[in-house]
């Protein structure tokens, strides 16, 4: 077996360690690191005038998502030149802990299930995994939102992993998952970070924008769903972020629900564009079809990246 195809084995078990393991609290997790330089970096360097907190901002984006691609690629290297199995077990783990599909379905089923207990315990366990105000959900918008968020994170934890994965190897599924940290943490519209974390937004924007439309498409096929694939096409582009519209309207084509609409963050109502018009009540089985998709959609991402490294009509170096 040559350098490529234990590359696309190692991927191959660093999925299905995700999907045996999740995120267990008891291990130390690469994105932990990360959101630790990105505290430290912000506190040092988010202060003065907007030029400079642009600058600054810039500068602790690239450096860390361009030192994060640098310090695995040596890893990875050394690891290969050490023994072809020590090269592959860092890439197993690499991919394990860059991935997330276990995690997010464990998440939105435990909403469901804390739904069959009480609203209460909806609403707090929705608060876990999403951004907004919970305290005054309904049980449809819990579960919703709980869909609305299992979507896009289909894409940010999945399909744009591996695609970088398929296109620079381990260090640019770490790279990626640098910039998704910086979009989180400091990627707002507020007084302190709207120009420190512009770049890091504008960087999350460009690294999705291709995972994204492949995520709505991927959903759509796998599901058979012709509905699906006009939901995309009609609303992909309404959402707020370039991206983030796309996941979400090929599940609502998917299922035939609705989306969107206003939300609540931190006490201020924010207006959003409605993601389809049937604004049918979204019963408690449904989590068992989005989690089918999911998993389809995670197992083709997974073969079709494994492919790229065994079957691409050039030679990728083994990163």
């Given at each position: 077996?040559?350098?490529p195809?234990?590359?696309?084995?190692?991927?191959?078990?660093?999925?299905l360690?995700?999907l045996?393991?999740g995120?267990?609290?008891?291990?130390?997790?690469?994105v932990?690191?990360?959101?630790?330089a990105?505290?430290l970096?912000?506190?040092?360097?988010?202060?003065?005038?907007?030029v400079r907190?642009?600058?600054?901002?810039?500068l602790?984006?690239l450096?860390l998502?361009?030192?994060?691609?640098?310090?695995t690629?040596l890893a990875?290297?050394?690891?290969w030149?050490?023994?072809?199995?020590a090269?592959?077990a860092?890439?197993?783990v690499?991919?394990?802990?860059?991935?997330?599909?276990?995690?997010?379905i464990d998440?939105?089923r435990?909403?469901?299930?804390?739904?069959?207990?009480?609203?209460?315990a909806g609403?707090r366990r929705?608060?876990?995994?999403?951004g907004?105000?919970?305290?005054?959900?309904?049980?449809q918008?819990?579960r919703?939102?709980?869909?609305?968020?299992?979507?896009?994170?289909?894409n940010d934890?999945?399909?744009a992993?591996?695609?970088?994965?398929?296109l620079?190897?381990?260090?640019?599924?770490?790279?990626?998952k640098?910039?998704?940290?910086l979009?989180?943490?400091?990627?707002?519209?507020?007084?302190r970070?709207e120009?420190?974390?512009?770049?890091?937004a504008r960087?999350?924007?460009?690294?999705?924008?291709?995972p994204?439309?492949?995520?709505?498409?991927l959903q759509c096929?796998?599901?058979?769903s012709?509905?699906g694939?006009?939901?995309?096409?009609?609303?992909?582009?309404?959402?707020s972020?370039p991206?983030?519209?796309?996941?979400?309207?090929?599940?609502?084509?998917?299922?035939?629900v609705?989306?969107?609409?206003?939300?609540?963050y931190?006490?201020?109502?924010?207006?959003?564009?409605?993601?389809?018009?049937n604004p049918?009540?979204?019963?408690?089985?449904?989590?068992?079809l989005v989690?089918?998709?999911?998993?389809?959609?995670a197992?083709?991402?997974?073969?079709a990246t494994?492919?790229?490294?065994c079957?691409?009509?050039?030679?990728?170096?083994?990163?």
């Amino acid at each position: 077996m040559d350098a490529p195809q234990l590359t696309a084995s190692a991927l191959g078990a660093g999925y299905l360690l995700d999907l045996l393991l999740g995120d267990p609290a008891w291990l130390p997790h690469p994105v932990v690191g990360f959101g630790c330089a990105i505290s430290l970096g912000e506190r040092s360097l988010n202060r003065g005038g907007a030029v400079r907190r642009f600058l600054c901002g810039t500068l602790l984006a690239l450096g860390l998502v361009g030192g994060t691609f640098a310090l695995t690629a040596l890893a990875v290297h050394w690891a290969w030149r050490a023994h072809p199995v020590a090269g592959a077990a860092v890439v197993a783990v690499g991919v394990f802990f860059g991935l997330a599909n276990r995690t997010l379905i464990d998440e939105g089923r435990a909403v469901f299930a804390s739904l069959g207990w009480s609203l209460d315990a909806g609403r707090r366990r929705l608060a876990r995994i999403v951004g907004r105000d919970t305290a005054r959900l309904d049980a449809q918008q819990v579960r919703t939102a709980v869909f609305e968020t299992m979507a896009e994170n289909l894409n940010d934890g999945v399909v744009a992993p591996l695609f970088w994965f398929a296109l620079l190897g381990l260090p640019g599924l770490m790279a990626f998952k640098m910039v998704n940290t910086l979009d989180s943490m400091i990627a707002h519209r507020d007084a302190r970070y709207e120009w420190f974390g512009k770049t890091a937004a504008r960087l999350d924007d460009a690294a999705n924008f291709v995972p994204a439309r492949l995520t709505a498409l991927l959903q759509c096929a796998l599901a058979g769903s012709m509905r699906g694939f006009a939901f995309v096409a009609r609303y992909g582009r309404a959402h707020s972020s370039p991206n983030s519209g796309y996941p979400e309207a090929a599940l609502a084509g998917i299922l035939d629900v609705r989306f969107g609409g206003p939300h609540t963050y931190d006490g201020e109502l924010v207006e959003k564009p409605w993601i389809g018009c049937n604004p049918r009540l979204i019963g408690a089985g449904e989590i068992g079809l989005v989690v089918a998709n999911n998993h389809a959609v995670a197992v083709v991402a997974v073969l079709a990246t494994a492919a790229v490294w065994c079957f691409a009509p050039f030679r990728l170096p083994v990163l």
